[in-house]
């Protein structure tokens, strides 16, 4: 069957290729699409506009290159097949910038999060994902609300590392319902419900 990639969506992509058997696989990154990449400007539109990009090739590959200094809020992965590659930072948006009304909260819950159903989703990198934790942190105590770093909804076949992540809000990572996740830790292949406590950092490589 033929398909026709919406060229709206490939608007500002870096690299369309074709592999074997006419697989498109996209090369994308958030400069693209209006980032700044300096650490300081909100670049959330940017990095959501860039891995929405990917439902050009709904199945994958697509392959989302992360190579500067990105301060975000929430943002999601819909599609199956994405690669994640984070060579450079992703940050969380300060407490005070970052959305937390009770829409906010339903419609994401995390800083990063997916929709359920994908496939294929890896994140990985020799980059930093930190979540500003220290700014968060005393709502332990408090009550009030706090995002987990990185939340995986029914996804089949997920890759977690190599990553280094330091001060997650929350949990840094939390798999859910009937996720399928590998997380490269120590040889440790994780198939259940799981939730990393927030702690200091994480640094998952494969050994």
Known sequence: MKH??????????????MHGGGCAA???????FGAVGDGVHDD????????AACSAVPDGPC??????????????????GVT?????????????????????????????STQPGI??????GDGLITGLGRQWWPCKYTGCWRPHLIVLSSVTGAKIGPLHMTDGPNHFIEVRT????CIHSRRRCVHACIAWPAARQAHLSVL
């Open 84 to 112: 994640m590659d984070v060579t450079g930072v992703l940050s969380m948006l300060p407490r005070d910038k970052y959305p937390q009304t009770p829409a906010d909260q339903a419609a994401y819950g995390s800083f990063i």
């Open 4 to 17: 026709v990639l919406p060229m709206v969506l490939l608007a500002g992509v870096h690299t369309l290729q």
């Open 63 to 80: 392959h989302v290159l992360l190579a500067r200094h990105y301060s975000s809020g929430p943002f999601r992965f819909n599609t199956s």
């Open 178 to 181: 009937t996720t399928i996740a």
């Open 26 to 32: 996209l090369d994308v990154t958030p400069e693209q």
């Open 44 to 51: 959330t539109q940017a990095l959501r506009r860039a891995f």
């Open 119 to 124: 496939k294929d989703l890896t994140i990985t």
